[in-house]
T-cell receptor, first 114, second 113 residues
Framework: QKEVEQNSGPLSVPEGAIASLNCTYS??????FFWYRQYSGKSPELIMS????GDKEDGRFTAQLNKASQYVSLLIRDSQPSDSATYLC??????????????FGAGTQVVVTP | DARVTQTPRDKVTEMGQEVTMRCQPI?????VFWYRQTMMQGLELLAY????????DSGMPKDRFSAEMPDATLATLKIQPSEPRDSAVYFC???????????FGPGTRLTVL
């Protein structure tokens, strides 16, 4: 079992609809959570970070964290064709003797159809 | 416009040759990461440095890979000797803290023939 899991997709979303992406993690000690967007042939781009349970909104993006259930999700409202990309979930588990353990999920491909 | 820079952007080499990739982190960022990305394995963390000191290189094949940070503005990743299985995109990323996320460079696409 991978420590950070995401559905690989593709997740097909009509333009204007809400895209919902999920990520689960196995280490209960994980403390920082990030979402990255990666266009084909490009590098990952940080779009959201979240550390506390609940929702965090930034423009059309909302990140949701539930540490008890060990999942973090990303909602993209009013999806646009330019949102078509792979979305990577990243999790950091802090440790006292080092900076921490950082892991990425395999990513979910999102395709927004006009 | 602060960004991570990487050189070269593309590298084609023959098996057995030495490959050196360079990264300039964002000025002021004290944590630097090296990743490798392939279709099969996804994004893999190879090594990272904090304040120029190596903190974790457990993801890196020790026999052929080495990573250094000779100064705060330069990180290097070397492969010697290179093998076809090393073909991948290598990303450098930099950041400030564990709650700040990382900023990725454009990557070096390595092809080993």
């Amino acid at each position: 079992q991978k420590e950070v899991e995401q559905n690989s997709g593709p997740l097909s979303v009509p333009e204007g609809a809400i895209a919902s992406l999920n990520c689960t993690y196995s280490d209960r000690g994980s403390q920082s959570f990030f979402w990255y967007r990666q266009y084909s042939g490009k590098s990952p781009e940080l779009i959201m970070s979240i550390y506390s349970n609940g929702d965090k909104e930034d423009g059309r993006f909302t990140a949701q964290l539930n540490k008890a259930s060990q999942y973090v999700s990303l909602l993209i409202r009013d999806s646009q064709p330019s949102d078509s990309a792979t979305y990577l979930c990243a999790v950091i588990t802090f440790s006292t003797d080092s900076w921490g353990k950082l892991q990425f999920g395999a990513g979910t491909q999102v395709v927004v159809t006009p | 416009d602060a960004r991570v820079t990487q050189t070269p952007r593309d590298k084609v080499t023959e098996m057995g040759q030495e490959v050196t990739m360079r990264c300039q982190p964002i000025l002021g960022h004290n944590t630097v990461f090296w990743y490798r990305q392939t279709m099969m394995q996804g994004l893999e963390l190879l090594a990272y440095f904090r304040n120029r000191a190596p903190l974790d290189d457990s993801g890196m094949p020790k026999d052929r890979f080495s990573a250094e940070m000779p100064d705060a503005t330069l990180a290097t990743l070397k492969i010697q000797p290179s093998e076809p299985r090393d073909s991948a995109v290598y990303f450098c990323a930099s950041g400030l803290g564990r709650q700040d996320g990382q900023f990725f460079g454009p990557g070096t696409r390595l092809t080993v023939l």
